[in-house]
C-alpha cells in the first residue's frame, strides 16, 4: 500500500510538472551582449536587468527581487533562436555615448532577418528618433498626437506595496460612502512665478531642440506642480468631496537617501490606502508614477489625460478602470468625479477595486505587462 502511494505522488508530481513546462513555455529573449554596459545599469532594458546577473545569481532570487523567472523567460545565444530581439540600453544611453550608430546598425541586421526589435526611450524627455517599420519603442513620456511610428506606453514598474507590507487582506477594507474620498499626497505649488520659471525652462529646453543644439524631443510648454494644485483647490473647494490631501513644498518632500524606508514613503502609501479615489495628472515628463502605484494598491486613479502614452491602449479599456478627465475638461473634474462616484454602490466599488488590482498584476507588472504585449500586441 506505501509503495502504491509513493508511486502514486512520483506519477501526481511529474504529471504537475509536465502540466507547469505546458503551461509556462517560457519567451526565448535574444540582445547582442557585446552593446551592454555595466557602468549604466539603470539604462538596462527593463526585462533584461533580472537576467543579466552576477554568476551564481539564483532564479529564487530573481522571483523575489523581480518577479519574474526562466519559466517565463530565458536569454539565448542566437538571433534565429528567439521570438523577441532586444535593445539592450536606452536610447539615451546610445546618444550619450555617441554609439546611435551601433543601434541603428544592428536594428538593420534585425530588420534582414524579418523580425522586430523592443527598445526602450525612458526619462522625462524622450530622445529623438526616426521612424523604423521594425523598431517597437516603448517609452512613458511624449505624445500620442505626434503618431511616432512602433511607439508604445509601458508602466513603471514597481514594488508590491501590499504583499510587502502584509496589506493584502485588508486593502478592499474600504466603505461606500455618499462623498468620494479623493487623496493625494505629493509635490504641488500654486506659485505662478514659480510656474513662470519652470515654463521658461521648457521654453528654453524647446528652443535647444528646434535649433538642433539638442537630442531630446520638444514637450509641451506646462507647470506640473502648478497644474496639480490648482486641481486639488477645485477638489478642495468642493464640499460634497471627502479630501484626503497632503501638499509638499517639494519632490518626495526634499527626501533624496534612503527614500523606501523613509516616513514620507509610508505617509504616501498610506494616503492611498485610506483614499478611494487619487489624483494621477503627469509630472515633468507626461506620466504618472503615481497612476500605477495608485493601481497597484487596489484604489482608482483620478486621472487626467494629457495626451500621454498609456500601456496596452489597445488591449486595456482605461475608461472602466480609472475617473477619465480630458486635460480639456479639467474645469469640470469635481463634477466628473462625482458623477462617477453616484453611479457606483457598496458592492461595485469593492469589484472596481479588486479589478483594479487584478488588473496591475496581471498585465502592468514586469512579467505580466511584456507577457501580454508580446501576446496580444507585437
Not at 503551461?23 to 539604462?43: C, D, T
Not at 466603505?175 to 479623493?182: F, G, S, T
Not at 515628463?285 to 494629457?306: A, C, Q
Not at 468625479?337 to 469593492?350: A, G
Request: a positive charge.
Amino acid at each position: 500500500m506505501k509503495k502504491e502511494l509513493s508511486s502514486l505522488r512520483l506519477y501526481l508530481v511529474t504529471l504537475t510538472l509536465r502540466i507547469k513546462s505546458i503551461v509556462n513555455l517560457n519567451m526565448k529573449l535574444y540582445y547582442p551582449p557585446y552593446h551592454y554596459n555595466s557602468s549604466y545599469r539603470g539604462q538596462v532594458f527593463p526585462l533584461l536587468k533580472p537576467f543579466i546577473k552576477e554568476e551564481g545569481f539564483t532564479d529564487v532570487e530573481r522571483l523575489r527581487g523581480y518577479g519574474v523567472s526562466h519559466n517565463d523567460f530565458v536569454i539565448v545565444d542566437s538571433m534565429d533562436k528567439c521570438e523577441v530581439v532586444i535593445l539592450p540600453m536606452s536610447w539615451y544611453y546610445y546618444k550619450l555615448t555617441n554609439q546611435m550608430d551601433l543601434a541603428y546598425e544592428f536594428i538593420e541586421e534585425v530588420k534582414e532577418a524579418g523580425k522586430k526589435v523592443w527598445s526602450i526611450n525612458n526619462g522625462d524627455f524622450g530622445v529623438k528618433l526616426p521612424n523604423l517599420e521594425n523598431l517597437i519603442v516603448f517609452r512613458q513620456g511624449g505624445y500620442v498626437a505626434n503618431n511616432q511610428i512602433g511607439h508604445q506606453g509601458y508602466p513603471s514598474f514597481i514594488n508590491d506595496y501590499l504583499i510587502n507590507n502584509k496589506l493584502i487582506k485588508v486593502y478592499l477594507n474600504n466603505i461606500y460612502y455618499k462623498q468620494p474620498i479623493l487623496g493625494f499626497c505629493g509635490h504641488a505649488n500654486l506659485s505662478k512665478w514659480d510656474a513662470a520659471k519652470e515654463m521658461m525652462k521648457q521654453f528654453a529646453r524647446n528652443l535647444k531642440s528646434q535649433l538642433g543644439f539638442s537630442y531630446l524631443e520638444p514637450q509641451k510648454i506646462i507647470s506640473a506642480s502648478y497644474l496639480r494644485a490648482s486641481l486639488l483647490k477645485q477638489l478642495e473647494n468642493n464640499s460634497s468631496i471627502t479630501n484626503n490631501i497632503i501638499k509638499r513644498k517639494l519632490y518626495r518632500a526634499g527626501v533624496t537617501k534612503n527614500k523606501e524606508t523613509h516616513v514620507t514613503t509610508t505617509e504616501f502609501y498610506n494616503n492611498i490606502l485610506e483614499s478611494q479615489y487619487v489624483l494621477c495628472v503627469r509630472g515633468a515628463g507626461n506620466f504618472s508614477v503615481r497612476f500605477y502605484e495608485t493601481l497597484m494598491m487596489g484604489r482608482i486613479p483620478l486621472y487626467v489625460h494629457t495626451d500621454g502614452y498609456l500601456p496596452l491602449s489597445n488591449v486595456i479599456d482605461w475608461k472602466k478602470h480609472v475617473v477619465w478627465v480630458d486635460y480639456k475638461d479639467r474645469h469640470q473634474m469635481a463634477n466628473i468625479l462625482l458623477d462617477f462616484h453616484q453611479k457606483l454602490d457598496q458592492d461595485s466599488l469593492s469589484a472596481l477595486l479588486k479589478n483594479n488590482r487584478m488588473l496591475w498584476e496581471n498585465k502592468l507588472t514586469l512579467s505580466g505587462f511584456f507577457k501580454e504585449f508580446e501576446q496580444k500586441v507585437s
